[in-house]
C-alpha cells in the first residue's frame, strides 16, 4: 500500500504557546492576567479551527464589481467569508478597543497584541485595516479635533458590530509611497467652505472602511511634505453612495491575497482637515507608530505559526530512521530559528508595553525616547525575520511546503508584505538615525545597562556591542552618506542587541529554560550588522 504522510497538526495556539504565556504571566498584574484567560483560550482555539478549515476547502478572493447590468457605476467589493466574520470577532474580542481600554491603564496594550497575535494568522489581512482603524483612533485623540473624534471614536472603538468602522490610510500615491512629499491629491476650499480632495490614491487596503484618513495638498501650499494637509473622509453618505471616490480596480499582489487593496480616484471627494492644515505629516504620525506596531506583532504571529507547523511535521515526518526532530541537523535548524523568533518576539511585545506606558503618562523621558527608536527597529527587523523564518519553513517541509494546498507556501507569500508596507526596512533604518539625532544613543545604552544589572553573566556580548555601534555611529554622525549607506546594518545591530538584552533579563529574572536556551543560541549567532564597508552612491558594483 502507498505511504500516506500526516500533516502537521495545529492545536489551540494559546494553550500551546509557551513563550507568549510565560511573558504574559511577568508582564501583567495578576489579576488582569486571569480576566483575560478566557477570551485568549477562546482566540487559540479559534486559530486551530480556522487553520483546520482553511484547509478543506479553495482559496476565496474579493472581487470588484464596476458595473450594474444597467451601466450604472456601483463599485461594489465583495469580501471573503472570513472577512464578513471579522467584524462580530473585533467586537467581541476589542482588537481595537482593548488597547486603549481606560480599565487596563498601561497594560491595555499589551492585552490587545497578545489578542492581534492570536488572531492575525486566522484573519486573513483582516487585521490591516483594523491596524490602521487603531491608527487613526490614536491620531483623532492625539489630534484634539473635538467634532472629528465624537463621531469617529466611538465607531472605531465600539464593541458592537454593527457600530463599528473600519478605518484606511491613504498616503501612497504614483509618485511616492516613501516619500509622500511627492502627493499629488489637491485639496480645494469651496464656496460653500467645504473641502473637497482630487486625485489618485494607488494603494487602499481599506477602501471598504468607512472612514479614512488621507494627506492631500491644499491648493496653493506650495511643494514638499510640509505642505500637506490630514484630512478626515467618510467613504460613503447618508444614503450609501460613494463619497466622490471611484474605485479603479483591486491590486493582482503576490500575497495577501483577501485583502481587498484597491487604487482609486478621489473626484471631489468631500473631506475635513484634522487639524492645523500645514501640519499634516505630524498629525499622521502616530497613525504610523501605530500600525508599525502591529506589524511587528503580525509578523511575530507568523513566525510563531511558521515553526508550530515546522516542528509539528518534524515530530511526524521520518527521513533516514527516525522522525526528522531526531535528525541533529533538523533540529539546530528549527531551534536557531525559534531562538531568533524568541528574541524578536521579546521587541515587539517590549514595544507594545512602552506604547502603553507612554500613552497613559507613566513612560519616563528615557522611555519615550526609546518607543520613538524601537518601533522602527522592532517593525523592520521582525519583517525581515518573519520571510526568513517563512522561507526556511517552506524548506523545512521539503516538497510539500512547496504545494499550496498544504497552506504553507501562503506563509511565505504573505510574509514578504510586512518589510514593505508601514516604511520599508530602509526606509525605517533612516527613521532610526533621525530619531538618534536627536535624542543621542543614551536612552538606549542606559535602558541595555539596567537590564544588563539583573544579568551580569551575559554582559560581556552585549556591552561590547552596544559600544562598538555607539562608536561607529559617532564616529559617522557627521559623514551623512556613510551613515546612510549603513544605517540597515547598525539598526539591525542595536534591534538585536536590545532583544538580547530583554532576553537576557527574562533568563535571569526567572529561570525560565526556554528564554536560557534561546538566549545561548541567538547569541551564537552574533549581535553586530554592521558593515565594515559602508559604501553607497557611486559603488564600482552599481555600475
Ligand atoms: C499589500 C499592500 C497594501 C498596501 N496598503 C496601503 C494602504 O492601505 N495605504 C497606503 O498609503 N499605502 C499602502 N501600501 C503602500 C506601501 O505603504 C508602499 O508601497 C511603501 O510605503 C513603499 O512605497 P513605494 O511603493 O512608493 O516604494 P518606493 O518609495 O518607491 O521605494 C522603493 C525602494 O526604495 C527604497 N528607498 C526609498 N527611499 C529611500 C532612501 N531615502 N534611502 C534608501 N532607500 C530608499 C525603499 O526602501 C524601497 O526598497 C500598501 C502596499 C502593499 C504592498
Not at 503618562?361 to 519615550?368: I, N, Q
Request: glycine share 8%.
Amino acid at each position: 500500500m502507498d505511504f500516506i504522510q500526516a500533516g502537521p497538526e495545529l492545536t489551540n495556539t494559546f494553550a500551546d504557546d509557551r513563550l507568549l504565556r510565560a511573558y504574559l504571566d511577568g508582564a501583567l498584574p495578576a489579576a488582569m492576567r486571569a480576566a483575560i484567560e478566557s477570551d485568549l483560550d477562546a482566540l487559540g482555539a479559534q486559530a486551530a479551527d480556522a487553520w483546520r478549515v482553511a484547509r478543506s476547502r479553495p482559496s476565496v478572493e474579493p472581487v470588484l464589481t464596476q458595473w450594474d447590468a444597467w451601466g450604472e457605476r456601483v463599485d461594489r467589493i465583495e469580501i471573503t467569508p472570513v472577512w464578513h466574520d471579522g467584524a462580530a470577532l473585533t467586537a467581541r474580542f476589542g482588537f481595537v478597543a482593548a488597547g486603549h481600554d481606560p480599565r487596563f491603564g498601561e497594560f491595555a496594550r499589551i492585552d490587545q497584541f497578545a489578542r492581534v497575535y492570536l488572531y492575525h494568522v486566522a484573519s486573513e489581512f483582516y487585521t490591516c485595516p483594523l491596524a490602521m482603524s487603531d491608527g487613526a483612533a490614536t491620531a483623532l485623540k492625539a489630534a484634539g479635533n473635538r467634532a472629528i473624534s465624537e463621531r469617529a471614536l466611538p465607531h472605531l472603538l465600539a464593541r458592537d458590530a454593527s457600530q463599528l468602522w473600519l478605518s484606511g490610510q491613504w498616503m501612497t500615491e504614483t509618485a511616492g509611497g516613501s516619500d509622500v512629499g511627492n502627493t499629488e491629491t489637491i485639496a480645494r476650499r469651496g464656496d460653500d467652505g467645504r473641502w473637497r480632495l482630487s486625485g489618485r490614491k494607488w494603494f487602499t487596503s481599506a477602501v471598504v472602511g468607512e472612514m479614512a484618513l488621507t494627506l492631500a495638498r491644499p491648493e496653493g501650499a506650495g511643494d514638499g511634505a510640509d505642505a500637506l494637509a490630514l484630512f478626515y473622509v467618510e467613504t460613503r453618505d447618508a444614503a450609501g453612495r460613494w463619497n466622490g471616490i471611484r474605485i479603479d480596480r483591486l491590486k493582482d499582489k503576490l500575497g495577501t491575497r483577501e485583502l481587498p487593496t484597491a487604487e482609486i480616484h478621489l473626484d471631489g471627494t468631500i473631506a475635513e482637515p484634522v487639524g492645523e492644515l500645514a501640519r499634516g505629516v505630524r498629525l499622521i504620525a502616530p497613525v504610523l507608530n501605530v500600525t508599525r506596531t502591529w506589524n511587528a506583532i503580525c509578523a511575530l504571529a507568523t513566525m510563531r505559526r511558521c515553526l508550530a507547523l515546522a516542528t509539528s511535521y518534524a515530530r511526524v515526518r521520518r527521513a533516514f530512521g527516525r522522525p526528522l526532530i531526531e535528525q541533529p541537523l533538523h533540529a539546530a535548524t528549527l531551534a536557531s530559528l525559534h531562538a531568533e523568533f524568541a528574541a524578536a518576539f521579546e521587541l515587539g511585545f517590549h514595544v507594545a508595553a512602552l506604547l502603553g506606558r507612554t500613552e497613559t503618562g507613566a513612560a519616563s523621558d528615557d522611555e519615550r525616547a526609546l518607543l520613538r527608536l524601537l518601533t522602527p527597529l522592532a517593525k523592520l527587523w521582525t519583517g525581515k525575520l518573519a520571510v526568513r523564518i517563512a522561507s526556511e519553513t517552506c524548506e523545512a517541509f521539503g516538497g510539500a511546503g512547496y504545494i499550496e494546498n498544504t497552506g504553507i507556501p501562503q506563509l511565505l507569500r504573505d510574509a514578504q508584505v510586512y518589510p514593505i508596507w508601514e516604511g520599508t526596512t530602509n526606509v525605517l533604518a533612516l527613521d532610526a538615525l533621525r530619531v538618534l539625532s536627536k535624542s543621542g544613543i543614551d536612552p538606549f545604552r542606559n535602558a541595555i545597562e539596567a537590564m544588563l544589572a539583573d544579568a551580569p553573566s551575559h554582559a560581556g556580548a552585549i556591552d561590547t556591542t552596544v559600544a562598538t555601534a555607539a562608536r561607529w555611529f559617532h564616529e559617522y554622525a557627521g559623514e551623512r552618506e556613510i551613515l546612510e549607506a549603513g544605517a540597515r546594518g547598525f539598526a539591525l545591530t542595536l534591534a538585536r542587541t536590545y532583544a538580547a538584552a530583554l532576553l537576557a533579563r527574562r533568563a535571569a529574572r526567572t529561570s525560565d529554560a526556554l528564554a536560557r536556551a534561546a538566549l545561548a543560541r541567538f547569541l551564537d549567532h552574533g549581535l553586530s550588522r554592521l558593515s565594515a564597508n559602508p559604501a553607497g552612491k557611486g559603488d564600482a558594483l552599481l555600475g
